[in-house]
C-alpha cells in the first residue's frame, strides 16, 4: 500500500501543469489604453494580468513610473523580439 501511495504521490508531482511564459512580445500601441504615449504600470497589469512587474521596472529605464514607446521597443530589443512598432 506505501509503494502505491508513493507512486501515486510520484505521479502527481510531476504532472502539475507548467507555468505559461507570459509573451511580452506585444505592440506598445493596443499597450497604451489611454493613448497619451506613455504605458503606466496599470495599463501593463491590464495587458499582462499575469505578468511580472519586474518586466515594467525594467522597461522603464528612466525610472519615471511610465515607460515611453522607445523604451518599450528597446525593451523588447534587449530580450531578442522583433520589433512590432
Given at each position: 500500500?506505501?509503494?502505491?501511495?508513493?507512486?501515486?504521490?510520484?505521479?502527481?508531482?510531476?504532472?502539475?501543469?507548467?507555468?505559461?511564459?507570459?509573451?511580452?512580445?506585444?505592440c506598445?500601441n493596443?499597450?497604451?489604453?489611454?493613448?497619451?504615449?506613455?504605458?503606466?504600470k496599470?495599463?501593463?497589469?491590464?495587458?499582462?494580468?499575469?505578468g511580472?512587474?519586474?518586466?515594467?521596472?525594467?522597461?522603464?529605464?528612466?525610472?519615471?513610473?511610465?515607460?515611453?514607446?522607445?523604451?518599450?521597443?528597446?525593451?523588447?530589443?534587449?530580450?531578442?523580439?522583433?520589433?512590432?512598432?
Amino acid at each position: 500500500m506505501k509503494k502505491l501511495l508513493f507512486a501515486l504521490a510520484f505521479a502527481l508531482l510531476f504532472c502539475q501543469p507548467v507555468a505559461a511564459k507570459t509573451n511580452y512580445n506585444v505592440c506598445f500601441n493596443s499597450l497604451d489604453a489611454d493613448v497619451d504615449g506613455r504605458m503606466s504600470k496599470g495599463e501593463f497589469l491590464v495587458a499582462f494580468s499575469d505578468g511580472d512587474t519586474s518586466v515594467f521596472d525594467q522597461a522603464d529605464t528612466d525610472k519615471d513610473g511610465l515607460v515611453s514607446h522607445e523604451e518599450w521597443e528597446a525593451y523588447k530589443t534587449s530580450q531578442g523580439f522583433e520589433n512590432h512598432e
